[in-house]
């Protein structure tokens, strides 16, 4: 399974890739915003600031709700860096946007699904990938794994290659959970990256692994 890191923050995606174990980013306005980000210049900059730390997909959201605002601004993101990969919502003007971006070799992301029948159409309109906001369907007292596993289910019974992108990952065991029924890529916040290493046999192990070698050396 591959891991994004969701943040707009430099220093998170820099601290990540570090990890090794980084292999791409996705974005959305409200994070942009926490970076204390303003206007569309800069936002755009931070686009290419972002790209330049990481050899990997990066996620850069449209803000138009109607297709040719949605075509425009994607072709503008997609001219930034090769590693841009337009973010379009599940909407109808989306679906026809991501159809044309397929057409015309842009890749995407289709975002903010909440179930298996949207994330039916974003495959059907060609979306590179689909993001399935795990978490956020936990909050509404629903099943967010169960979600991703029902649309591997579909996407498996007819080849569809959209790659399924959980996100809204609260925390690790939702990225075990995921990688257990097929998710092709987990973005997480970095708390949840790290927290995969954490393990207190590990601490309990390693400490006593250094206390016999200091016995080895007198
Ligand atoms: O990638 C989408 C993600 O940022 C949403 O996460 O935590 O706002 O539900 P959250």
Known sequence: MKFFIDTANLA?????????VLDGVTTNPSLMA???????AAVLEHYVA?????????SAEVISTEFKG????????????KNIVVKVPMIKDGIKAIKWFTENGIKTNCTLVFSAAQALLAAKA??????????RVDDSNWDGVQLIEQIRLIYDNY?????????????????V?????????????????????SHPLTDIGLAKFLEDHKKVNG
């Open 12 to 20: 998170q995606i820099k601290e990540a890739n570090e990890l090794g």
């Open 34 to 40: 926490k970076e204390g980000i303003k206007g569309d």
């Open 50 to 58: 972002i790209c330049n730390l990481v050899n990997g997909p990066v």
């Open 70 to 81: 949605m075509v425009e601004e994607g072709k503008k993101l997609a001219a930034l860096h």
């Open 126 to 135: 060609g979306a590179t990938m689909v993001s399935p906001f795990i978490g």
């Open 159 to 175: 080849d569809y290659k959209t790659e399924i992108l959980a996100a809204s990952i609260r925390n690790s065991m939702h990225i």
């Open 177 to 197: 959970r995921c990688a257990e029924v097929g998710a092709d890529i987990a973005t997480c916040p970095l708390s949840s990256i790290v927290s995969l290493f």
